[in-house]
Structure formats: C-alpha cells, structure tokens
C-alpha cells in the first residue's frame, strides 16, 4: 500500500464522465459538418470517444482537429501571398511544452494559426500584428497549460472552445470596445483540458495607466 500511495498523481488517468464524452462527441460532429472528418473517421472516433474511460484516453481524439500539435506546419506554405511592402515572417503555430511561446510586436498572422500548449504558456499578442485576412482563425488548446490570447479594441472577438475540467474564456475588457463595420474578425476554437485558454482585450503597449480610466 505505501508503494501505491507514493506515486505521483497523473491527471491524464482520472476517470471521465459521460458529459466530457459528449463535449467530445459535439467537437467530432462539428468538424464532420466543416467537412474535416469523412462519415467513416467521424463514426470510427465517436466508437473511440464513448469507450474511453481516461482523459488521456480522450485528448487524442480530437488533437488534430484543434491545433497542430508538437510538430508545427511547414513554414515555406503560406496561407496568402505575402505584401512586398512588410517584409515580415508570418508565423502558422505557436507551441509551448513544458516551456513559453510568446508572439509580440509587430509580426505578421496568416488567416489560420495554431496555438498549442502541454504544461506550458503561449502568448499571442495581436494589438500590433499585421493580419494577413480580415477574417482570422486562431486554433488554440492547452492541456494542463495556457493559452493567452491579447486583441486589441478594435477588434471583434468570436470565442468557440470546449472546456474539459479547465477554462475557454473571453476574459473582462481592460479597455472599452471600439468595433464597427470595418472592425477585423478573430475567431477563436479549440479545447482546454485541465488547463485554460484566455482571450481578453487590452490598451495598445505603451499606454499610461492614467489614461486607462477606471474601465
């Protein structure tokens, strides 16, 4: 007995419920409906999803459909053709295991970007980043991590995640919204298990704290 209760606790071996299979289940369907599953893999992992009994049997299931992962997308396949005018490097992923990741200042976002945390931190800050579509999607999933998502005021904010035993959340603005019919559109999905993914707008870098008011 002493043996046993010396080992040290291993979240990836809890017990899930039958509401984290059908979290699960609504993530597999959806990304049958966008056409990223064919009938055959949708049925062959929802068989998966509601014989699993761990959470480390679960997250497989729907890594690929929420972030890259560990292995990031080559980078010589951008998503658009890039502006001779801004001679940056846009960046398709941000992985963080057992470490941080950080994207700040100026630097340049495809239309799509992964964001993947294991027991670690990325931070992708868009208040000076050059969006490369009106319309971005960011793929974000932490597991046991963070994920921390900064926008700026203009920006309009659309937050689709799947919490599991963690938090998929738009956080309180620091700085009053400012969207309007030119606004750019970020869109935010992925899944947080037991761990967080954070989106929350801020002031532009550099504002002083008096200016801020009491917002």
Do not use: C
Not at 94 to 119: C, D, Y
Not at 131 to 153: R, Y
Not at 180 to 188: A, E, F, H, K, N
């Amino acid at each position: 007995m002493g043996e046993i209760e010396n080992r040290p606790h291993d979240p990836s071996q809890m017990r899930i419920s039958d509401a984290d299979r059908q979290r699960v289940a609504d993530v597999l369907r959806d990304a049958a409906g966008d056409g990223r599953l064919d009938l055959d893999e949708l049925e062959e992992r929802l068989e998966l999803t509601f014989a699993a009994k761990t959470y480390g049997e679960l997250v497989p299931i729907t890594l690929d459909l929420q972030a890259t992962g560990p292995v990031a997308p080559p980078a010589a396949s951008p998503v658009r053709r890039p502006q001779p005018q801004l001679p940056m490097v846009g960046h398709n992923s941000s992985t963080a295991i057992m470490g941080e990741t950080k994207r700040q200042g100026v630097w340049s976002v495809p239309e799509n970007h992964s964001a993947f945390a294991l027991m670690g931190s990325v931070v992708i800050d868009l208040r000076q980043a050059h969006l490369q579509s009106h319309d971005t999607q960011i793929n974000a999933s932490s597991i046991m991590g963070e994920v921390k998502i900064i926008v700026p005021a203009h920006m309009h904010v659309v937050v689709d995640g799947t919490p599991i035993m963690g938090d998929f959340t738009q956080g309180k603005d620091k700085v009053p919204a400012e969207i309007g019919p030119d606004s750019p559109t970020l869109r935010v999905r992925g899944m947080a298990l037991m761990g967080s993914v954070n989106i929350q707008r801020l002031p532009a870098p550099g504002t002083p704290k008096k200016y801020l008011g009491t917002y």
